[in-house]
């Protein structure tokens, strides 16, 4: 049976706060991915609030939300996918090979 590639990004899986790659990934209610240490520092700096919100799209929440850990994120982690450098595209699959970033203008 052939396996599908799937084309990923260092972006994909890199932490907005940190910039770092997730580490104990999680999801929150927007969509949005972070280290589960990152997000739950965020939120306890504006904890006297009691209005929490995504530092990337601002949506807010009350109460805080419960975080999980995104197992999907987090097996690819600890799969040790290897994960090109910022922004080049790379093919992970049964057989994962780099292929290059053409950046000639058309």
């Known amino acids: 049976m052939v396996q599908q590639a799937v084309h990923v990004d260092r972006e994909t899986f890199s932490c907005p706060i940190c910039l770092d790659l997730l580490k104990d990934p999680v999801t929150i209610p927007c969509g949005h991915s972070y280290c589960m240490s990152c997000i739950k520092s965020f939120w306890d700096e504006s904890?006297?609030?009691?209005?929490?919100?995504?530092?990337?799209?601002?949506?807010?929440?009350?109460?805080?939300?419960?975080?999980?850990?995104?197992?999907?994120?987090?097996?690819?982690?600890s799969a040790g996918t290897r994960l090109p450098v910022r922004n080049q595209r790379v093919s992970v699959g049964y057989a994962a090979r780099r292929e290059p970033v053409n950046n000639a203008a058309s």
């Open 47 to 77: 904890g006297e609030k009691k209005i929490y919100h995504c530092p990337q799209c601002r949506q807010t929440f009350t109460p805080r939300p419960l975080l999980q850990k995104n197992t999907m994120l987090a097996r690819h982690h």
